[in-house]
């Protein structure tokens, strides 16, 4: 029985662990933060298949606790993109 649960276990330490990396990253923006917290949601996906909604969460952060929807959000629609633009990943 638990064995089945390991993987609640370990997805939710890769959530917490990229919540706390891009929090960093938002208090501090570099490469290695980025780096970091853009390896974080394969990870999480390995573990479990609900890590998928992962990236909206990171845009709910943006709203609410960290306000950087309204530093972004001044006047232009251009701006508000880049919120979702830096949370897909480069190809």
């Known amino acids: 029985m ?3 649960e390991r993987k609640d276990v370990l997805s939710l330490f890769f959530c917490l662990l990229g919540l706390l990396a891009y929090t960093r990253h938002v ?6 933060s980025m780096a970091f917290g853009g390896s974080l949601p394969g990870t999480g996906l390995m573990a479990k298949r609900w890590f998928v ?3 909206v969460v990171l845009l ?3 709203f609410w606790p960290c306000k950087r ?3 972004l959000m001044d006047r232009t629609a251009c701006k508000s993109l880049a ?9």
């Open 60 to 62: 709910l952060l943006d």
């Open 69 to 71: 929807a309204e530093q």
């Open 27 to 32: 208090e501090k923006p570099n490469r290695h």
């Open 83 to 91: 919120l979702i633009r830096e949370k897909i990943p480069p190809a």
């Open 53 to 55: 909604s992962f990236p």
């Open 2 to 4: 638990w064995i089945s």
